[in-house]
């Protein structure tokens, strides 16, 4: 019962957020999964996301892992905000991939929390190819979301 | 003389590389600034760059932030590309809010550098507030620019 | 077969770099576990590992994690060095503490690697609790250790 | 007067601190000099600091840089804590090598600040080389030095 209100809480606040986040949803990106501390959300490159090089605008990678990193860390009912993060960049994505952020959290200690974001490109056969390794430091502002 | 030939080769880099970077130019980005291992990229917040606080998406912030380094690091004649980076967000932006993103080089050694990005709000009065300090990663391939 | 030449690999490479590593001896640092990929390191903090405030000094803690990295990316038998790394402190350490630092590969893409390694308290009841979380990058020198 | 007064707040708090701080005192390190948000700390690369490539520790070479942090941070007559931290590693330190980690207030907001530390090896001659780029993340607990 407490588990299933926690999914709750969660699935709530990721609505709310992703509602009326504009950016993400300007670049495409949905919500396949959240729960308590996680979240995945899709993202498809277009064409328009390639930078100089032809490849994926690292900016943009980094978009839809700091989307999940969001959703994740304010599935707790609080208004959390990111403070920084770090990202390592493995692959190139390239237009018409269709990636993945996969967002767990690490840490969390009083109003600050650390969460890991895997970028990956989904292989059309299934698989999963690593892009990009994100790492997300969080801050509650101890207010709940509404 | 020698000088002179650092500054047409940055100046020709990111031409080339905004010329064919429609991710930067689709958010808005301009080329303010440009000599060997600097940058200022200046970018208006728009409406559909915030996120479901209504504040600018982070990944946007470091989108410009990361063309910025990007720009610097291409202007010694080589291709070179982002390994990774590291941001801290110390102000919200906000829709209608003018940005620069300032690269500077840290360090080059070898084929890895090192670079700071400031990224400020441009205040009408004509003061700056720091939003986010970045630093990039890079590493050149070792061919050059064409 | 193949798999058991990795684990010698590993253990020597272990061996190899510890045995040489004044630093990690000096500060009482123990290989607890290697195999490819992955090393545990076990210190004990000592009255003289504490800062200004009475806690085990963070650079010490980074040291640690620092050598579990080092042995982690240097188990594929060729001379890995650290690029750098990033370090989250989560709790304090405290003087007659057993600390274990856990590394383990992210990834690996041509001579770059991506390392976690989780700092924690080992409580004499058995349980662990994080201390601080490490993510160091490594770049393969390309020749053989020695 | 105030600003006098900043810079007597900043040398008793680095006094405190590096009174206190055994493990720094034990790695031999030195304050060169320290003002409101700025901090310069000297350290003798010894034979016990070196690791099994013969280099030194880049855990050590991380404290040194940690300790210059930590003081910088201090200097506002509030007790500080590191969060965390990020280096890169530009150069090998050697036994005899005699460093300096010069630490700079980049940002403060509320209870946070930023801070970068650059290590240098001090030439004979007088020069300086980088060894390592350091940021580090700090969190004040709002409670006086005592």
Known sequence: MAEEDG?????????????RDVASRGLGMELVEVAPGRAVIAMRIRDDMVNGYG??????LAS????AFAVAC????????????????LESGRAGDLVHASA???????????YDVTVTRVEPGGGEVVLAEFRGRSRSLGKPIS
């Open 104 to 114: 767990v959290e690490r840490a969390r200690r009083g109003r600050s929390g650390l």
């Open 55 to 60: 490849l994926c605008h690292g900016g943009l």
């Open 64 to 67: 839809v892992a700091d989307t």
């Open 74 to 89: 304010n599935t707790y009912g609080e208004v959390t905000v990111a403070a920084g993060f770090d990202i390592t960049f």
């Open 7 to 19: 999914y709750e809480v969660a699935r709530r606040g990721a609505e709310t957020m992703l509602g």
